[in-house]
């Protein structure tokens, strides 16, 4: 069909369509005068309402456009306008739709309906092409992220992607790449700015958009609001994580440096840092500390009641400031405006005891960022902290008690030997020496050794004489002195009459009196029966071991002279091992 062929079409449809027909066509050049319109829509494609002209500009500036408006003329009757760009112009179709105004308007309460239900249930429907760079979203989700849409709720992919928080971008870029590279569903969860200015968690699910080569150029679907649900969940796993690290026995300095950068992330804030209380009861010192910024404020912080912190010590309970700039209560630290927040929360670090340990707390510069569970958050942490800090000083009261326990032993074990060396002494200064007397006062009464009596008393005495020096010898280790732990065990298992002794080379000089004195005592225990004994000891664990074997008897005086140095005692198939640590 050539141009006046076209022009004849045109013209035969526009007579068609008389002042009183449902429908009606008109053309307009490319400066958008009409060149031609059917009587029925003639008053008002003429002069065309605002609406109707930004379609018909738009249709010309853009090949592809294909607006629709709708534009009630001066008889009242509402007529639906398609326009369509043409090659060196615009054509319009209108439609007469008056009599589906009705319709109309329960369509649009059924649309109000549907956005209430969105906005109660915190959803909002978007759309995106890869060719047109922008995403249309719902005005619900627009309300819902921080951003300002261009116009008819559209924004730039590129301004959407930048709500999304930084260390998220990455991963979100990765699944919406994957979703459109293999065509599949998109399911993701995601932080952005909200449009109340605190970070948001949407649950973003959408479909391919696929052109009619069934190409995927898009992605369309919804996304909702799960920012309560998904901050509850993060909070429980904070929480759980730090009682993890407690119970494993990390060192309180290691759960605190914890704690402040869980409370950072899990909460979104911009600085979380723990304190605690100094001995003067005046200073809160900073103990670990986590911000978004590098932080350059103070380390220290006042404990009055004019201060936050301060006030969370002394009532043991948190205190939240929903907006600095209109607090009254407490001043604001150096360290709350070296981050320049706008509110902050604290819990106190009770744990036993009058005075607290000191507070967990977060500063943000969103105000009123701190709600109920927040503060929940932060009293479980602040709970899982201070059960780590009984504990450890509960330990470290427990060492001092073993390391007094060990001096008090120590000291139990140099007066027993200053004890048995007095013995031992005056029984050499003393009754040794009159029984070596009385045999030389025999010897003078029988020189020649010829009177029987004589010399059954002399025999008599001499094995007193070494009974006794024996028991000297027992009492006061001379040997262990001059001869070593191994002759000294020697000379104690030779009393038993029927023991053996091996000493590791390594093993001796560590704990070699302690050693002395419990072998002395489980050989008397075993040398009550006629089973052969055998004593070693050797090294272990930076230590010394005792190992008895063979027959003995109550061992608990040993075990409580053992256990008050820190070490145990183990009896298993007729050993006794004694485990004793390295000496203090």
């Known amino acids: 069909m050539d141009a ?40 008002w494609a003429d ?19 294909t607006p629709a408006v709708q534009v009630r003329d001066d008889g009242g009757r509402v007529w639906r306008a398609d326009v369509r760009p043409l090659a060196g112009g615009v054509a319009l179709a209108a439609l007469d739709v008056t009599g589906s105004d009705d319709a109309g308007a329960r369509r649009r309460e059924s649309e109000e309906l549907l956005d209430a239900a969105q906005e109660m249930a915190r959803v909002g429907w978007w759309s995106w092409h890869v060719g047109t760079g922008v995403v249309r979203m719902s005005p619900h989700l627009t309300a819902m992220v921080d951003l300002e849409p261009a116009g008819a709720n559209e924004v730039s992919a590129d301004l959407w992607r ?78 759980a994580e730090l009682g993890r690290a407690a119970l494993a026995g990390e060192s309180v300095e290691r759960l605190l440096e914890r704690a402040a950068a869980l409370v950072g992330r899990t909460l979104l804030v911009d600085m979380a840092a723990v304190f605690e209380l100094e001995p003067d009861g005046e200073t809160l010192a900073m103990r670990a500390g986590w911000s978004v910024a590098p932080y350059t404020g103070p380390a220290h912080t006042m ?50 005891g009058e005075r607290p340990f000191g507070v967990v ?49 120590g000291q139990a074990l140099e007066g027993e030997e200053r004890a ?36 059954a008393v002399q025999d008599r005495l001499r094995a007193i004489v070494a009974s006794l020096r024996e028991a000297m010898s027992a009492l006061h280790p001379t040997v262990l002195r001059h001869g070593g732990l191994e002759a000294a065990l020697a000379a104690v298992a030779e009393q038993q009459g029927n023991a053996r002794v091996h000493v590791h080379p390594a093993a001796a000089g560590r704990r070699d009196e302690l050693v002395l004195s419990l072998a002395r005592e489980l050989l008397a225990n075993a040398g009550r029966h006629a089973d052969p004994v055998h004593l070693s000891v050797t090294p272990a664990a930076g230590g010394v071991r005792l190992d008895v074997a063979g027959r003995g008897g109550d061992i608990a005086g040993v075990a409580e002279r053992v256990e008050a140095v820190g070490g145990r005692v183990e009896r298993a198939d007729g050993v006794v091992a004694v485990l004793l640590p390295r000496a203090p």
């Open 4 to 43: 006046c062929e076209h022009a004849v079409a045109a013209t035969a449809l526009v007579d068609g369509l008389g002042a009183g027909a449902a429908a009606g066509f008109a053309l307009f050049d490319a400066d958008l005068r009409l060149r031609l319109a059917s009587p029925s829509i003639r008053t």
């Open 47 to 65: 002069a065309p309402p605002a609406p109707l002209a930004a379609a018909l500009e738009r249709a010309r500036r853009d090949a592809r456009a």
């Open 420 to 455: 048995r060396a007095a013995v031992a002494e005056r029984l050499h200064d003393g009754v040794l020496q009159e029984l070596l007397a009385a045999g030389h006062d025999l010897y003078g009464l029988d020189p020649d050794g010829g009177r029987p009596e004589v010399r």
């Open 303 to 352: 404990a009055g009641t004019d201060s936050q912190a301060g006030y969370c010590v002394a009532t043991r309970a948190p205190v939240v400031v929903a907006e600095w700039e209109r607090e009254d209560r407490f001043r604001r630290s150096a360290s709350v405006a070296a981050v320049g927040a706008r509110s902050g929360a604290c819990a106190p670090i009770r744990g036993r």
């Open 162 to 239: 930048a709500s999304v928080i930084p260390e998220e971008r990455a991963a979100a870029a990765d699944a919406v790449g994957r979703a459109m590279r293999d065509g599949t569903q998109l399911d993701i969860r995601l932080r952005v700015r909200g449009g109340d200015g605190r970070p948001r968690v949407l649950h973003a699910r959408a479909e391919p958009l696929r052109d009619d080569d069934g190409i995927t150029v898009g992605l369309h679907g919804f996304s909702q609001d799960v920012t309560e649900e998904e901050s509850a969940t993060r909070q429980q796993r904070a929480v």
């Open 361 to 409: 707390g977060a500063q943000s510069r969103t105000p009123d960022r701190f709600g109920p569970d927040a503060v929940v958050f932060l009293q479980a942490v602040a709970d899982v902290l201070a059960d780590a800090i009984d504990r450890a000083r509960s330990a470290e009261e427990i060492a001092e008690l073993a390391a007094a326990r060990g001096r008090l032993v």
